[in-house]
């Protein structure tokens, strides 16, 4: 079983060319498990244009705006075919998106989803600013026990045979108002935030990029 995390940067790049990159990436590791050899554990980090992006069992009336209104903010719409709802991607958010085989880890999709959820945690430990999980939902929020809670990182992910694709959305120096076009991931009574403006100052992306993916080998591979 091969437990190493290689991390590769695509930097700012289209959504619908990272998914495909992604599919890409999954068929081949797939074609690895077939033929019963080891498979590697990619970890991709990325930004996006400005899109939003809706899951599987997703409401189409979570975007609340039209294909005018989306144009004008520069913004695409695409169905995709991961798990979840309604979100967003734009500049200044990291995306991340594992394509691991979870049997390297042996761990199965709800450890995984609760890894990531524990990565991005300990992340924004290092920057002095606590967070926790929200009954009932994925992802990670800040303040989940009271009515000021609101969402730091959406989760979404498709698996197949155990390898994982899509990921998780961090905001990290995102332009919240985009969230204002949508309820994000469905929900109409909870809030938004960035971890910029938990601090008040912008975040060194490199630096975060850095500490994130020393977290996440140490939480997978403890």
């Not at 929200?134 to 026990?145: R, Y």
Request: hydrophobic share 35%; glycine share 8%; aromatic share 10%.
């Amino acid at each position: 079983m091969n437990k190493d995390i290689i991390l590769t940067d695509w930097n700012l790049t289209d959504y619908n060319d990272g998914w495909k990159k992604q599919e890409d990436l999954l068929g081949q590791t797939l074609d690895k498990k077939a033929k019963d050899e080891p498979t590697d554990n990619i970890l991709v980090f990325c930004e996006h244009p400005h899109v939003y992006t809706l899951g599987k069992s997703g409401d189409d009336t979570n975007l609340l705006i039209n294909s005018l209104q989306l144009r004008n903010i520069e913004a695409t719409f695409v169905h995709t075919n991961r798990g979840g709802d309604i979100t967003y991607h734009g500049p200044g958010q990291l995306v991340g998106y594992p394509i691991f085989d979870l049997e390297n880890f042996h761990i199965g999709l709800k450890q995984y989803v609760f890894l990531i959820e524990e990565s991005i945690i300990r992340l924004l430990e290092t920057y002095g600013v606590p967070s926790g999980r929200l009954a009932g939902a994925t992802g990670v929020w800040l303040d989940p026990d009271n009515e000021n809670c609101r969402k730091i990182c959406a989760i979404g992910i498709r698996s197949s045979h155990f390898v994982t694709m899509h990921g998780f959305a961090l905001n990290v120096n995102t332009d919240l108002k985009y969230f204002s076009y949508i309820h994000p991931c469905g929900f109409v009574d909870k809030g938004v935030t960035s971890l910029s403006q938990e601090l008040n100052k912008p975040v060194d992306m490199v630096d975060l990029k850095t500490r994130l993916y020393k977290i996440i080998q140490k939480v997978f591979l403890q």
